[in-house]
């Protein structure tokens, strides 16, 4: 976060190009293929979009990487009613987890809620610190892949 608010001063960008970029942010933090449009709807550049989407999903991805414990524990504590839901969705998971490869499981990560997958790989790959690194590039990919499809999206109108 102060990597990008001292990038902005030395860019010397105006008060509203700075809230424009982060909102941006803000929204990639939850959702990173829904940022783009909004980025460009917001007059802002190629450029300037795709750093607000990457930063976005990177600090959306590692508060919730990092969260997952601590909302664990705030869960488990409030609510200990809806036990045999949670054993059915964790049946789930896990047998998605068997069913398809890892590297399915990454790549597929910015196209659902940024949170979601963050917990998803804290539960089941917290010991691998290549994963985490892997989801890390794979949402700075797929913030350019989105910019660049919306991007051409809109020079195609």
């Not at 809230?19 to 783009?36: D, E, Q, R, W, Y």
């Not at 460009?40 to 919730?64: K, N």
């Not at 045999?84 to 998605?96: G, H, L, S, T, Y």
Request: hydrophobic share 55%; glycine share 4%; proline share 3%.
């Amino acid at each position: 976060l102060f990597f990008v608010i001292h990038y902005l001063c030395i860019l010397k960008i105006s008060e509203m190009e700075s809230a424009k970029f982060f909102s941006v942010m803000l929204l990639a933090m939850i959702k990173t293929l829904v940022s783009p449009p909004v980025g460009f709807a917001a007059d802002m550049s190629f450029g300037m979009t795709f750093l607000a989407v990457a930063i976005g999903g990177l600090i959306g991805y590692c508060v919730f990487f990092y969260l997952f414990d601590f909302i664990m524990k705030l869960n488990s504590n409030i609510s200990q009613k809806n036990r045999v839901k949670k054993i059915e969705k964790a049946r789930k998971i896990i047998n998605m987890r068997k069913k398809y490869p890892l590297w399915l499981f990454l790549f597929i990560l910015p196209l659902f809620y940024i949170p979601v997958m963050s917990f998803v790989i804290r539960k089941f790959y917290c010991h691998n610190k290549v994963i985490m690194m892997s989801c890390l590039g794979i949402i700075v990919i797929w913030s350019f892949c989105s910019c660049l499809l919306f991007y051409f999206i809109i020079l195609l109108r």
